[in-house]
């Protein structure tokens, strides 16, 4: 199990706390704090708090520990998905060296795992694995990221990012062939994004962040929002306000804003199978 207890990152993220038991989508706008939570995870950006995999905390890993974790246990793909490559050798090689770097068979086999990985996705295996990165176009370039990431089917996959560098006609395809793998994978996804509509059709539970802090989470949140950041956020019309409150974090954008608002934080409560941080709702 991966859990989440009260990760802070200096002025990026406050005290998130979470249970990743399902598909897991984080919403929120770019440098919502989001991006910090997989930036932790992988030991990019220094963070307090724990990150635990079955009671282990990854901040507390050595190197080599670390390593041997990384796409067996946990594996990413960043926003811009050509840091997973070194362009200095084909794409093959990047699939050989998981698979012998912790001892999981030769690199006969490594190819063999990739093509039919390749193929899942819709594309040419003999064609991609001798490319090397700049040949290939951005969706492809980002398809074969999915299949590095979820090579050898890690425990948790961490996609960030889906629309990132390419087209909204590419990205229909990225989503159709993220349902796909997960239909046939065991690993548990957690996908950060923008977008609403992607994370209505890849996950079961959503959380949503703004400024650093968790605003509302649960199962259905899309589809019956009760924070007035997520409604804003799904009807695409936030407008950011730089000043900071000493209450909610929304309190100088949203349109429900009162004087308890703005000096007031609200706590995290409880609303059937959902928590939500906002005055709107009595404490129960």
């Not at 390419?166 to 990225?174: K, R, T, Y």
Request: proline content about 4%; charged content about 25%; overall charge negative.
């Amino acid at each position: 199990m991966l859990e989440y207890e009260c990760l802070t990152v200096d002025n990026k993220l406050n005290c998130f706390t979470a249970v990743i038991n399902d598909h897991t989508g984080i919403l929120g706008q770019r440098d919502s704090g989001k991006e910090e939570i997989f930036k932790a995870t992988f030991r990019v950006v220094k963070a307090k708090g724990r990150i635990s995999l079955d009671g282990v905390n990854i901040l507390e890993l050595g190197e080599e520990d670390l390593r041997k974790i990384l796409w067996t246990r946990i594996s990413w793909m960043p926003y811009d998905v050509s840091q997973l490559f070194n362009p200095i050798y084909d794409v093959a090689s990047h699939f050989v060296e998981i698979v012998v770097s912790h001892n999981l068979g030769s690199s006969e086999y490594a190819l063999d795992l990739a093509k039919e990985k390749l193929k899942i996705l819709g594309l040419n295996p003999e064609e991609i694995l001798k490319s090397y990165v700049f040949q290939l176009s951005p969706l492809k370039l980002k398809k074969t990221a999915i299949a590095l990431a979820t090579f050898i089917e890690p425990d948790y996959v961490f996609i960030d990012d889906i629309e990132y560098g390419i087209s909204e006609v590419d990205q229909i395809q990225i989503v159709n062939s993220l349902i796909d793998l997960m239909s046939v994978m065991p690993s548990k996804f957690l996908i950060s994004d923008n977008d609403a509509a992607v994370l209505s059709r890849l996950t079961d539970k959503v959380i949503v962040i703004y400024n650093g802090e968790v605003v509302e989470e649960g199962y259905n949140v899309l589809s019956d929002p009760l924070h007035p950041y997520t409604i804003d956020v799904i009807r695409g019309y936030v407008i950011p306000d730089g000043k900071t409150s000493s209450g909610c974090v929304y309190s100088n954008s949203c349109l429900y804003s009162s004087l308890k608002c703005q000096t007031k934080k609200p706590e995290l409560i409880r609303i059937g199978k959902r928590m939500v941080r906002c005055h709107l709702y009595p404490t129960m």
